[in-house]
T-cell receptor
Framework: DQQVKQNSPSLSVQEGRISILNCDYTNSMFDYFLWYKKYPAEGPTFLISISSIKDKNEDGRFTVFLNKSAKHLSLHIVPSQPGDSAVYFCAASAEGAQKLVFGQGTRLTINP | NAGVMQNPRHLVRRRGQEARLRCSPMKGHSHVYWYRQLPEEGLKFMVYLQKENIIDESGMPKERFSAEFPKEGPSILRIQQVVRGDSAAYFC?????????????FGPGTRLTVT
């Protein structure tokens, strides 16, 4: 039962352009969403989060959009840089349940 | 400010042996979470602990796995009588609180290989 889905296993983007990573969820109890970035042989690094009372959160080059009616969120990275090449995971949690439910990840490659 | 520490980083065990994975949370964090990542998959929640208490172990296999977070010292994830299917990366995370919205910060992971 995959409650959080990232349907694109990989994405390739030109340096300087916008990267858009997508995530869908099925559990309507989720009210907090996070994006993590992961390099090989390292732990996930927190990037940005959004609560369900908002539809957008921005931090530097990273913006997360939440569409509650569609149960969809996306991460925009602009401009994309070579150091952004990594696996990106979206995660969700429900109020009162501290555990995070992760998607399968999307491998982002930024081409010079 | 040191991040989440995990040791060992790599652990090799033969089938039937015990594996002990340690996690020290970030300074000031009293909430610890363990996740497991199988190859080519996302992270799966195992257990959530506070000092001396297991709060949620809904993701923990019923047999062979146990976790603790004592009053003093690191959190320990113990796997008894390991099998090949236990081979995975085990990540620990910590957060400063519960209730409301808190990011979880992850350690570098322990990669367990069962031969």
């Amino acid at each position: 039962d995959q409650q959080v889905k990232q349907n694109s296993p990989s994405l390739s983007v030109q340096e300087g352009r916008i990267s858009i990573l997508n995530c869908d969820y099925t559990n309507s109890m989720f009210d907090y969403f996070l994006w993590y970035k992961k390099y090989p042989a390292e732990g996930p690094t927190f990037l940005i989060s959004i609560s369900s009372i908002k539809d957008k959160n921005e931090d530097g080059r990273f913006t997360v959009f939440l569409n509650k009616s569609a149960k969809h969120l996306s991460l925009h990275i602009v401009p994309s840089q070579p150091g952004d090449s990594a696996v990106y995971f979206c995660a969700a949690s429900a109020e009162g349940a501290q555990k995070l439910v992760f998607g399968q990840g999307t491998r982002l490659t930024i081409n010079p | 400010n040191a991040g989440v520490m995990q040791n060992p980083r790599h652990l090799v065990r033969r089938r039937g042996q015990e594996a002990r994975l340690r996690c020290s949370p970030m300074k000031g964090h009293s909430h610890v979470y363990w996740y497991r990542q199988l190859p080519e998959e996302g992270l799966k929640f195992m257990v959530y602990l506070q000092k001396e208490n297991i709060i949620d172990e809904s993701g923990m296999p019923k047999e062979r796995f146990s976790a603790e977070f004592p009053k003093e010292g690191p959190s320990i994830l113990r796997i008894q009588q390991v099998v090949r299917g236990d081979s995975a990366a085990y990540f620990c995370a910590s957060s400063p609180g519960a209730g409301g919205y808190y990011e979880q910060y992850f350690g570098p992971g322990t990669r367990l290989t069962v031969t």
